[in-house]
């Protein structure tokens, strides 16, 4: 049957004819002119669109080749673990347990075949470009000549990376010290001559490129450009114990802990008990070295 839109088609753009010919012949030309013209309005999601470059072939396995074999072929690793270290900004076991646990949470991260029978990115290389963006901070077609992905496979893998992460990890790691974690740590840093110390706290700024033009103002301090602040406690090992980010550049390392939730246990009577003496003095409450103090 056809609709009012195929009529209108038809009548202005069709029906050139004059009355003289057969209606029958006019009717079955029309109706296989609309149908094609429908068909063409579908869009079409099978590759590149007419009029667009071809899909690059980035040679998928000769990427994972490379890169398994600079650094994580067993005992042959072209890198040593200090250059893997350097590269990735952690060791090449952590990396080793974080790609793991992501496969495991999300089969993303698993080779597969495509509807061809091609085998896609491996999970080194969605590891990998995921944890470098992440590391450098670098754009998502940055690291496409090394692991040989796309800039939207980037993207996709960094997001699902983060989520992946945060649910694998997140109960471990995201979270606060416990009783027993601050007994240790009090044990830790009183050998290291620092008795009743729970760790280091500072502030660093992170440029804002994008910030809008209505939230520059609040963003810009005493740093060129736009900056958010985040603030973080980390013990000896490295490990982040609280983190606090996105408060506005016009606030300083000081007033920024008024807003901050790092002492919230200790106002609401919650945090772990703390008891040392120090210089004859007895103390019930710990403390952070702040501003760059991290003792060796």
Known sequence: MVDSGDKSFYKNVIDTSSDDESDDDLLREATLLIHEHNVAQIPVYRGSLPGRALALDRKRERGHDMLFYDYFHYNKALFTPQMFRCHFRMSRPLFNQIMDGVKVYDDYFIAKQDAVGKVGLSS????????????????????????????SSCLETMYRFCRAVIAVFGEEFLRQPTAEDTARLLLINASRGFPGM??????????WKNCPFGWQGSYKGHFEGCTAILEAVASHDTWIWHSFFAMACSHNDINVLQRSPVFD????????????????????????????IYPP
């Open 124 to 151: 080194y290389q969605k590891c990998t470009a995921a944890i470098r963006m992440l590391a450098y901070g670098v754009a998502s077609d940055y690291v496409d000549e090394y692991v040989q992905m796309s800039e």
């Open 198 to 207: 729970l760790g280091s706290i500072d502030c660093m700024h992170w440029e």
């Open 265 to 292: 246990r200790l106002t609401h009577g919650q945090s772990p008990d703390v008891d040392f003496e120090f210089n004859g003095h007895h103390y019930n409450k710990g403390y952070y070295l702040a501003d760059g």
